[in-house]
């Protein structure tokens, strides 16, 4: 991958591997110096990480021209008259991001993804070879044939006089002959020469004509095996499958046309036995958001002067925009999402901005949301407030996000972890290692109750196991003596194989209303439900997967892993 644009860094093709050693994708990172944008291109295809590298490449090269030209256009009314038609166009397209992806259609178009560009053969070309459509060869420019002489322009000149002279009519005569038989013999050496260019000619032309089949034969079986690994991916998000899932989730995402100011990153996750999918998105800074309302030329001054909107009307715009751009993201994956394979999407909203308290650059999540895809689908997003339908699906965030205050993320998946193994075979490497999923019940109680009193050891909190039952259950009491934050808290681990429902996160909760506690812990060795999120959501109940039991085991020393196909084998 290369690009002429000086303004443009390419970093090198790079691969991710599995715990097994196997590549699980790609990814290259590209800057733009002139922008001061960076972003780090992923697939699974090297061909179609390539298609997104151009795609990228592209929408920079159009940005950067549009910069250019407004760099160009400087102190004068002419631009100023510009400057403000293009910023009032910039904040109405602020207020539309939800609105201009609604008459988008989101689906993903495969047959687009497989128009590939006509081949066209990158071999040197010869001033002596013909060439059409794509630079083939098509034959060669034949050498310059010597005109083939006239034998009646040698005739001897003989005049009356010659005929007084004895032997002058015979010697002019044979003067004539041996002229045209010179003539006659360079002829047929140019005549030879010329055969033997073009032979020479004929041969460079059969060796191009040999180089642009083959490369035209390796072009078009790159192209058949692009189309094959497309025809993958796109099986394996019909058939739910993770890895297509994401690849289907990228291509969506990476499609959906946002402003030119926008900086879009972003990363998907997606657990294939519950449904979920989490997006960790990237979100506007406050002050890369739109705020020049007009630009006026001051004649007098010479000198150019901005109206930007007041901090109360930045502030508002700065929630609507993120409000929408949530929203928008959770819409287009539903829309597109034809395999049905989605059950539930939590949009998490994250920020780059230096902490003016200690100049450092900080990475926050500002909000937080899930959605139920039954749900989300009833609404009528034309018609919203986007604010009012975040708060409606029980979202997380300050009640002003230009503060930057950072949130909890509701969910959080690491598919990448190679010690949990959700239904699939773990790393040979791990074998040796401790399955919890595996491991006696009572063994399971005391390490429930061991890693939460380490938890919970600070500030003179106490842990007790108070009962305990053969299906892999524990029930436990944290006893926070904290005036502010402390309390009772009802702790609950599932050692299960399968996917937890809803009825057990009714329980806990039930059993902390009986209990009278502040909250409610409920951690498995496997997953959730998403009517297990749903059910939670706006409650004082904290839900724990296998990913979040295995971090925090290494937060506090210990080393094991899950594997659900061994432990359902094995019990």
């Given at each position: 991958?290369?690009?002429?644009?000086?303004?443009?860094?390419?970093?090198?093709?790079?691969?991710?591997?599995?715990?097994?050693?196997?590549?699980?994708?790609?990814?290259?990172?590209?800057?733009?110096?002139?922008?001061?944008?960076?972003?780090?291109?992923?697939?699974?295809?090297?061909?179609?990480?390539?298609?997104?590298?151009?795609?990228?490449?592209?929408?920079?090269?159009?940005?950067?021209?549009?910069?250019?030209?407004?760099?160009?256009?400087?102190?004068?009314?002419?631009?100023?008259?510009?400057?403000?038609?293009?910023?009032?166009?910039?904040?109405?397209?602020?207020?539309?991001?939800?609105?201009?992806?609604?008459?988008?259609?989101?689906?993903?178009?495969?047959?687009?993804?497989?128009?590939?560009?006509?081949?066209?053969?990158?071999?040197?070309?010869?001033?002596?070879?013909?060439?059409?459509?794509?630079?083939?060869?098509?034959?060669?420019?034949?050498?310059?044939?010597?005109?083939?002489?006239?034998?009646?322009?040698?005739?001897?000149?003989?005049?009356?006089?010659?005929?007084?002279?004895?032997?002058?009519?015979?010697?002019?005569?044979?003067?004539?002959?041996?002229?045209?038989?010179?003539?006659?013999?360079?002829?047929?050496?140019?005549?030879?020469?010329?055969?033997?260019?073009?032979?020479?000619?004929?041969?460079?032309?059969?060796?191009?004509k040999t180089a642009f089949e083959r490369a035209k034969a390796e072009y078009e079986q790159t192209c058949r095996a692009s189309d094959e690994k497309i025809d993958a991916i796109r099986d394996a998000w019909l058939r739910g499958d993770q890895n297509g899932v994401t690849e289907h989730a990228d291509l969506v995402l990476s499609g959906s046309k946002y402003p030119q100011w926008m900086k879009i990153d972003y990363s998907v996750a997606f657990e294939e036995s519950s449904g979920n999918m989490v997006v960790d998105y990237r979100l506007p800074a406050p002050e890369e958001t739109p705020s020049l309302e007009r630009v006026s030329f001051v004649k007098a001054r010479n000198e150019r002067v901005e109206k930007h909107l007041t901090e109360a009307k930045k502030k508002t715009l700065y929630d609507s925009v993120c409000y929408q751009i949530a929203l928008r993201t959770v819409h287009e994956l539903f829309e597109a999402d034809e395999a049905n394979a989605i059950q539930a999407i939590t949009f998490n909203g994250w920020v780059e901005a230096v902490n003016t308290a200690n100049g450092r650059l900080e990475r926050s999540c500002i909000l937080s949301v899930r959605a139920d895809k039954g749900e989300f689908l009833g609404f009528d997003l034309a018609n919203v407030d986007p604010k009012a339908c975040f708060k409606a699906l029980k979202g997380v965030a300050a009640s002003s996000l230009s503060g930057l205050a950072p949130v909890r993320p509701i969910l959080v998946l690491d598919t990448d972890d190679s010690r949990l193994v959700p239904g699939r075979a773990v790393a040979d490497s791990l074998d040796d290692s401790l399955n919890l999923a595996a491991m006696p019940w009572e063994d399971f109680e005391h390490l429930v109750r061991e890693l939460f009193s380490k938890i919970f050891s600070s500030g003179g909190s106490e842990v007790h196991v108070t009962r305990a039952s053969r299906d892999g259950g524990v029930d436990a009491i944290a006893f926070d003596p904290d005036p502010i934050k402390g309390g009772k808290i009802v702790i609950q681990a599932k050692r299960y194989t399968n996917v937890v429902g809803v009825s057990a996160v009714r329980d806990l909760y039930g059993t902390v209303l009986n209990e009278g506690a502040n909250r409610g812990i409920l951690v498995t060795t496997s997953n959730y439900g998403p009517d297990a999120y749903k059910f939670a959501q706006g409650k004082p109940i904290t839900l724990l997967n296998g990913g979040n039991l295995l971090s925090l085991l290494a937060d506090h020393g210990h080393k094991a892993r899950i594997d659900l196909i061994e432990a359902k084998r094995l019990l």
């Open positions: 991958m290369h690009t002429s644009d000086p303004e443009v860094r390419i970093g090198p093709t790079r691969a991710r591997y599995t715990s097994t050693g196997k590549i699980s994708s790609y990814f290259v990172e590209l800057w733009h110096d002139g922008l001061g944008e960076h972003r780090e291109i992923k697939s699974a295809d090297l061909n179609v990480l390539e298609s997104k590298v151009d795609a990228a490449l592209l929408k920079w090269s159009d940005k950067w021209e549009v910069m250019k030209r407004r760099l160009e256009l400087q102190a004068t009314a002419e631009s100023a008259a510009a400057e403000s038609q293009t910023a009032q166009q910039a904040l109405a397209e602020c207020h539309r991001l939800l609105a201009a992806s609604l008459a988008a259609d989101d689906r993903i178009n495969w047959n687009s993804l497989k128009q590939h560009p006509p081949f066209v053969w990158d071999g040197t070309k010869l001033p002596i070879i013909r060439y059409g459509a794509g630079n083939r060869p098509l034959g060669i420019q034949p050498t310059n044939k010597p005109r083939e002489p006239d034998q009646t322009s040698f005739r001897p000149k003989i005049g009356w006089f010659h005929y007084l002279i004895p032997g002058a009519v015979s010697k002019k005569r044979a003067e004539a002959r041996e002229r045209w038989s010179a003539e006659l013999r360079l002829f047929e050496q140019q005549c030879a020469e010329a055969r033997d260019n073009d032979a020479e000619r004929e041969r460079a032309f059969l060796q191009q």
